[in-house]
């Protein structure tokens, strides 16, 4: 197992976004461990947009309404939910670094939540990191029954709406397939990352998706424990930074500043689906055909 602290890799919003481009990620083994680890696994769970189902009961209760959900309000708060301890799991692998690193992500438009209210109180969400015209999921938590359900549903809306064309959920799950999930292979992710990432007139969005190669791991969007990495997955996370460096003799502010620019037109994008969209007007959208337009971020 490689970690990214093995190959002295400084992890920079930036760098991180270039993994994500090459369909790899960082985890953690625990919150206790501060050490971080490269994930690419072999077969690779996403939820197909043009397939994505509702069950009936679940698609019952959000006509029934109910609840409040809102976009991007409380960061700090859905990943607070994702972390904390739940039935059948005692530790996380959301530690200081992770927590750090996708408030960073945050505050340039590349990671958002889904946050589901009512009374006034956060009742469950997600989140996820948004590139190009995918959604990489990364947890979700659930305080009230179906309140994690209710985020997915109202998140494959919003990326049918705003024209994405992948969501990323990392592993498959019982949970996850009862949507629509499915597993496929690393080469066939990566020609769809490949795809969701390029925009026909604005070309390769954030650099291309020719990963680098790592182990299988344990952990996805609303998945469990276990972790697995490859040096050659820590490898291609190495180049990505070199490039991330190497792309700037111009200073690290500049560089944020256009992470920041790109963040906030692909943020654009996530919100483009009304705040006021009805639970009606919402399964509506997750029955149709996805759009086919481009994000620019």
């Known amino acids: 197992m490689t970690s990214i602290d093995d190959v002295m890799i400084e992890i920079t919003p930036q760098v991180l976004l270039k993994a994500y481009a090459c369909g790899i990620f960082p985890m953690a083994e625990s919150a206790e461990d501060n050490a971080l680890y490269w994930i690419e696994p072999e077969r690779r769970g996403i939820l197909p947009l043009d397939r994505a189902h509702v069950p009936h009961r679940l698609a019952r209760t959000i006509r029934q309404g109910g609840f409040e959900v809102r976009i991007d309000t409380d960061f700090d708060a859905v990943i607070d939910g994702c972390a904390a301890p739940r039935a059948g799991r005692r530790s996380t692998w959301i530690n200081g670094r992770i927590r750090s690193l996708y408030t960073n992500l945050f505050a340039l438009g590349h990671c958002h939540t889904v946050e589901v209210w009512s009374g006034g109180e956060l009742i469950g969400g997600l989140y996820g990191v948004h590139l190009g015209r995918a959604f990489f999921g990364e947890s979700m938590f659930s305080r009230a029954r179906d309140a994690s359900k209710i985020a997915l549903v109202y998140l494959i809306a919003r990326l049918k709406y705003g024209g994405f064309v992948l969501l990323d959920t990392q592993f498959l799950t019982e949970h996850l397939a009862s949507f629509g999930a499915i597993e496929v292979g ?64 111009a200073s690290a502010a500049g560089a944020a500043g256009a992470a920041g620019a790109a963040g906030a037109a692909g943020a654009a994008a996530f919100w483009s689906l009304p705040a006021g969209a009805t639970g009606s007007e919402v399964l509506q959208l997750v029955s149709q055909t996805s759009n086919t337009g481009c994000s620019t971020a």
């Open 186 to 249: 690393r080469a066939e992710f990566q020609r769809l990352l490949e795809d969701a990432l390029y925009c026909p007139g604005n070309g390769n969005v954030e650099g291309g998706a020719a990963g680098g190669r790592g182990g299988r791991g344990g952990r996805g969007f609303f998945g469990g424990a276990g972790a697995g990495a490859g040096a050659a997955a820590a490898a291609a996370a190495g180049a990505a930074a070199a490039g991330a460096g190497a792309a700037g003799g």
